[in-house]
């Protein structure tokens, strides 16, 4: 029997050589293919990218053929490049949409496939169950054309995304600014495809990258998966204070997520660095427009909307959802707790690049290193708290969703509960103003328990008591 290919938070992931196998990847591929036809784009072009994964580049050619035998014409990355890089070369390129092969932040036993539309941004829920639909059952009802024979006749022609990503990314960004600042910038690109950017975009000035973990390794050693939280970037904090680095900037395995590090080695959680970019934006260079943010990430940008009167949108988890409603409202920022962050005049992608590159713009304009950076940022909406307890689930999701339902507690880590939304998961929202948010991940068997809270000494009874509410404890 064929695995069922199922499109989660973003995109379909697997594990590699039991259900990710080159006939799964011809059929997802054949899927996509299928939907594009349908929508009348026979005969334009596809972007095909990847990341620095297990195959990743034989998966890529893999897919492209599959394109290419539908009737498609392929522009087919030269070497593993970001997913923003990818997605911007959809614009570039006027293609019709992309597929980039890549798990992200998964576990290195995992490979993954995501679709993108005519925007660079992520097909929106609607559009990935139609691609599910047309996903044939067996391979052999797979159309392909070989690389060779497709090179040949120039329905896949390999190229450079950089180039014109660096060209779009200096409109953006003042360089100079950044290479004359004198920073000392420490860089973990986790394995990935971050390695040797911020190296090469800051060379030539008194700004000094130090880069770690900048190098192919499908293993990822020094950490547990490519993803940028603790405890998977602690190399990279100790090393930021024993080169006495201004700051530390993670890139996950694909460089659409950022992470960041203070000069001091401490950890700048997800929901801050979404914070302090609004706030850069907001109030540095001046800019106005609506915020989009899901209900997992911080309230701070909530308390930034109504300080400069931006309006604030809310939406379920993954960029599916964000990147369309970033078009519908011409947003300023849009993002996510997971660390990815996407910005207006950019496509409606995370871009863990630009999101390094302006956290260092602020700290060149302000002055200031991140430590000072969020002193300034919680003597406008006050100091907030989150962490995140992720385990691994057994049983039938349904029966678990009954439990927490079941539960409904009063009280969370002594906060009265005010309400319960279910729009993704289950938040229970706080007295304080606060949330615990307890949901199952689109894309591994694990459950999350996330909260945040404006009490530090609350965070871990939050927490823990999200864990008993889940049947976990």
């Known amino acids: 029997m064929a695995t069922t290919i199922k499109f989660g938070t973003d995109g379909w992931r697997g594990v590699i050589a039991e259900d990710y196998t080159f006939d799964n990847v011809r059929r997802a591929a054949q899927g996509f293919a299928s939907y594009l036809l349908e929508k009348g784009k026979q005969g334009q072009w596809v972007i095909v990218g990847y990341d620095k994964r297990f195959d990743s580049e034989f998966f890529a050619a893999s897919c492209a053929e599959v394109l290419a ?3 498609l014409k392929v522009w087919l990355t030269d070497g593993a490049t970001p997913t923003p890089v990818i997605a911007h070369a959809v614009v570039d390129k006027k293609a019709c949409g992309a597929v980039n092969i ?3 932040h998964n576990p290195p036993t995992d490979n993954g496939f995501k679709v993108r539309d005519e925007h660079g941004g992520a097909i929106d829920p609607e559009g990935l169950k139609k691609i599910e639909a047309l996903i044939p059952e067996d391979v052999s009802n797979v159309k392909r054309k070989a690389q060779v024979d497709a090179e040949k006749d120039g329905s896949i022609l390999k190229f450079d995304a950089s180039i014109a990503y660096i060209e779009h990314i200096k409109k953006l960004v003042d360089f100079q600014k950044l290479k004359d600042a004198g920073f000392t910038v420490m860089v973990d690109s986790m394995w990935g495809n971050g390695g040797g950017w911020f190296a090469n975009l800051l060379a030539g000035g008194k700004t000094k990258v130090i880069e770690i973990h900048n190098e192919r ?19 990279g904090l100790k090393a930021t204070v024993d080169h006495k680095a201004d700051v530390l900037l993670v890139t996950d395995g694909d460089a659409d997520r950022l992470g960041v590090g203070d000069e001091k080695g401490e950890f700048v959680n997800q929901l801050r660095v979404y914070a302090l970019l609004a706030y ?25 909307g109504a300080l400069y009167n931006v309006p604030v949108y809310e939406t379920g988890v993954g960029f599916k959802y964000v990147a369309p409603k970033m078009m519908e409202t011409d947003a300023m ?5 997971s660390g990815g962050y996407a910005f207006r005049g950019n496509v409606p ?14 700290m060149a304009r302000t002055g200031k290193k991140p430590t000072e950076l969020l002193k300034m940022l919680f003597e406008k909406v006050g100091a907030h708290y989150y962490d995140r307890i992720d385990t691994p689930f057994s049983g039938d999701r349904k029966t678990r969703e009954e439990t927490i339902l079941k539960a409904n507690p ?23 103003g ?5 949901r199952f991940s689109g894309t591994e068997p694990i459950m999350r328990v996330y909260c945040e809270t404006t009490h530090q000494d609350k965070v871990q009874a939050i927490l823990q008591d999200g864990l008993k509410v889940a049947g976990l404890k």
């Open 217 to 235: 390794n499908p293993s990822f050693p020094e950490m547990k998966r490519p993803e940028p939280i603790p405890p998977n970037i602690n190399v």
């Open 69 to 71: 035998g539908n009737g």
């Open 349 to 362: 992608e995370r871009d863990g690049i630009l999101a390094g590159l302006y956290m260092l713009d602020f």
């Open 102 to 104: 890549t798990a992200s």
């Open 280 to 304: 850069y934006l907001l109030e540095v260079r001046g800019e106005r427009g609506a915020i989009v943010k899901t209900l997992s990430t911080t309230t701070m940008l909530n308390k930034l």
């Open 434 to 438: 606060g949330w615990m948010l307890i």
């Open 333 to 337: 920022i849009g993002g996510e707790e």
């Open 410 to 432: 009063k009280t969370i880590g002594g906060l009265k509960v005010t309400e319960l939304v279910t729009v993704d998961g289950f938040q229970f929202k706080l007295e304080d």
